[in-house]
């Protein structure tokens, strides 16, 4: 039995169609038509496939010619020349059959030998094993990881510090936390490649400056206050970061911070600053360039650096107030998504900050010895090559005086002049970039690293050596 009220309403739809205005009807029916269409309509027709035949099918199997799975590697490629090295890397290294000095990695305060450390690693990964199986958020978070925070926290004087498992991973996460796509970065063009994916993953509006140079700085940002005079109400949407760093890693420049917090109050700028090469190298306890210029770190919002440098272990972190780093706890990719550092190579960090913290003198020998090497190489260096760093930086980058125009060219010159040094046990590298994606891609040089360890004799003798090395190279380039 049909219900009346079945009746009552397909009645009132019979009344309403027969007041509804004619247009509407139509509109309606074709609406009909056009979704009956996009369900019963194909996307092509059986009829229009041509039919090849067997010579044809032949023909296009031959020609076709399938992309490589992965690009096609240059015979001077580095990653077909590897140099094995089968020791701790410490000041020596052993390369081959060769004990070479080693003046290549970052090892700035020779902690990597250190039977302290090597104790508290081993200790520590009796208790917990090696991996700590999942990121931080899930299960990855162990004691020895929240007390390297609040060391650091400490050790660098501000409110409270986040770790991160990956150096390279710590500010490429960090800028992206914070700023978007409708922001605004000011960052120097030099900037290390960790903080240029940073900025990619950020989306934002990116304005680079020359390096170190605040007056085109402050062009760029007058530039910027008067677009925001003439849009206010975008402008009150739109953030404004400042990304420097310390010690720039591609130039061996410090960056001149006191200048650069006078534009941030000026122009109202949130400051990031990154010193992962500054950090546990410069100033009197190795706080870093804020110590070194006499900063409080809370004028800065952020400061991140590394812990594969200075300190011997793996990993980065952040440090700032409560409210900024609490923030990246939720927002940093790098924190929330990747397995946390091994406990192992926490507990070996902290163990390199206690010592750092008990004995400052070694920032003193550091220093002694970067500004000796820095002398001694102006005075020694012969006149093809030059020296380009801070003269307190524990990186400086020996380039050609006179570059030839062809990066290529002048990469091949400085690598054999590596080679030759290596022959010579000395260990030295040519900085690599990724040619194809740097955003201004430094001009090409040699490395040098130094470190709290080596002595005014090894020093000297390493400059003779590459001075002997680049002679023979340069003589037979030109010859």
């Given at each position: 039995?049909?219900?009346?009220?079945?009746?009552?309403?397909?009645?009132?739809?019979?009344?309403?169609?027969?007041?509804?205005?004619?247009?509407?009807?139509?509109?309606?029916?074709?609406?009909?038509?056009?979704?009956?269409?996009?369900?019963?309509?194909?996307?092509?027709?059986?009829?229009?496939?041509?039919?090849?035949?067997?010579?044809?099918?032949?023909?296009?199997?031959?020609?076709?010619?399938?992309?490589?799975?992965?690009?096609?590697?240059?015979?001077?490629?580095?990653?077909?020349?590897?140099?094995?090295?089968?020791?701790?890397?410490?000041?020596?290294?052993?390369?081959?059959?060769?004990?070479?000095?080693?003046?290549?990695?970052?090892?700035?305060?020779?902690?990597?030998?250190?039977?302290?450390?090597?104790?508290?690693?081993?200790?520590?990964?009796?208790?917990?094993?090696?991996?700590?199986?999942?990121?931080?958020?899930?299960?990855?978070?162990?004691e020895v990881h929240l007390d390297l925070e609040d060391k650091l926290a400490e050790y660098?004087?501000?409110?409270?510090?986040?770790?991160?498992?990956?150096?390279?991973?710590?500010?490429?996460?960090?800028?992206?936390?914070?700023?978007?796509?409708?922001?605004?970065?000011?960052?120097?063009?030099?900037?290390?490649?960790?903080?240029?994916?940073?900025?990619?993953?950020?989306?934002?509006?990116?304005?680079?400056?020359?390096?170190?140079?605040?007056?085109?700085?402050?062009?760029?940002?007058?530039?910027?206050?008067?677009?925001?005079?003439?849009?206010?109400?975008?402008?009150?949407?739109?953030?404004?970061?400042?990304?420097?760093?310390?010690?720039?890693?591609?130039?061996?420049?410090?960056?001149?911070?006191?200048?650069?917090?006078?534009?941030?109050?000026?122009?109202?700028?949130?400051?990031?600053?990154?010193?992962?090469?500054?950090?546990?190298?410069?100033?009197?306890?190795?706080?870093?360039?804020?110590?070194?210029?006499?900063?409080?770190?809370?004028?800065?919002?952020?400061?991140?650096?590394?812990?594969?440098?200075?300190?011997?272990?793996?990993?980065?972190?952040?440090?700032?107030?409560?409210?900024?780093?609490?923030?990246?706890?939720?927002?940093?990719?790098?924190?929330?998504?990747?397995?946390?550092?091994?406990?192992?190579?926490?507990?070996?960090?902290?163990?390199?900050?206690?010592?750092?913290?008990?004995?400052?003198?070694?920032?003193?020998?550091?220093?002694?010895?970067?500004?000796?090497?820095?002398?001694?190489?102006?005075?020694?260096?012969?006149?093809?090559?030059?020296?380009?760093?801070?003269?307190e930086s524990v990186v400086k980058h020996i380039r050609l005086a006179i570059p030839?125009?062809?990066?290529?060219?002048?990469?091949?010159?400085?690598?054999?002049?590596?080679?030759?040094?290596?022959?010579?046990?000395?260990?030295?590298?040519?900085?690599?970039?990724?040619?194809?994606?740097?955003?201004?891609?430094?001009?090409?040089?040699?490395?040098?690293?130094?470190?709290?360890?080596?002595?005014?004799?090894?020093?000297?003798?390493?400059?003779?050596?590459?001075?002997?090395?680049?002679?023979?190279?340069?003589?037979?380039?030109?010859?």
């Amino acid at each position: 039995m049909v219900p009346l009220d079945m009746f009552h309403g397909l009645f009132e739809s019979i009344k309403a169609l027969q007041h509804a205005p004619v247009y509407h009807l139509v509109f309606e029916a074709g609406l009909i038509v056009w979704l009956m269409w996009l369900l019963f309509m194909k996307s092509y027709s059986l009829t229009d496939k041509q039919k090849l035949t067997k010579k044809e099918e032949q023909e296009l199997i031959d020609e076709w010619m399938p992309e490589p799975l992965v690009p096609v590697t240059p015979v001077s490629s580095r990653a077909l020349h590897p140099r094995i090295v089968s020791s701790k890397v410490g000041k020596y290294i052993q390369l081959g059959d060769r004990q070479c000095l080693n003046l290549a990695t970052h090892n700035y305060l020779g902690l990597i030998e250190n039977p302290k450390i090597e104790e508290a690693a081993l200790k520590c990964l009796s208790h917990y094993g090696v991996g700590s199986c999942g990121p931080r958020g899930f299960y990855g978070t162990t004691e020895v990881h929240l007390d390297l925070e609040d060391k650091l926290a400490e050790y660098m004087g501000c409110e409270e510090a986040v770790v991160y498992s990956y150096g390279f991973s710590t500010i490429a996460s960090a800028i992206p936390a914070y700023s978007k796509r409708s922001d605004v970065i000011f960052v120097d063009e030099m900037v290390n490649f960790a903080i240029q994916k940073g900025l990619d993953a950020s989306r934002s509006r990116i304005f680079f400056f020359k390096h170190n140079d605040v007056e085109d700085l402050e062009r760029i940002l007058m530039e910027q206050a008067d677009l925001d005079r003439k849009n206010p109400k975008r402008a009150k949407r739109t953030r404004r970061f400042l990304v420097a760093e310390g010690i720039y890693m591609n130039t061996g420049e410090m960056a001149p911070l006191p200048r650069l917090l006078e534009l941030r109050e000026k122009y109202k700028l949130r400051f990031f600053l990154d010193e992962s090469v500054s950090f546990g190298t410069i100033g009197k306890n190795g706080h870093g360039i804020t110590e070194y210029y006499n900063i409080d770190p809370a004028e800065l919002d952020m400061i991140s650096g590394s812990l594969e440098y200075a300190v011997g272990s793996i990993g980065g972190f952040c440090v700032g107030s409560h409210f900024i780093i609490e923030h990246q706890r939720l927002s940093g990719l790098g924190y929330c998504f990747s397995a946390s550092a091994p406990p192992l190579m926490m507990a070996a960090a902290i163990t390199s900050l206690d010592i750092m913290k008990k004995d400052p003198s070694i920032f003193q020998t550091l220093k002694s010895n970067c500004i000796f090497m820095h002398e001694k190489l102006n005075s020694l260096l012969i006149s093809e090559l030059r020296v380009f760093a801070h003269p307190e930086s524990v990186v400086k980058h020996i380039r050609l005086a006179i570059p030839s125009g062809d990066k290529t060219k002048d990469e091949e010159i400085l690598n054999d002049i590596v080679m030759q040094c290596e022959e010579a046990n000395l260990a030295l590298t040519t900085a690599a970039y990724l040619t194809d994606q740097e955003k201004k891609l430094p001009e090409p040089s040699i490395r040098i690293t130094v470190n709290a360890l080596l002595t005014k004799i090894e020093m000297e003798s390493a400059i003779k050596t590459i001075n002997k090395a680049a002679a023979a190279v340069l003589s037979s380039k030109c010859s």
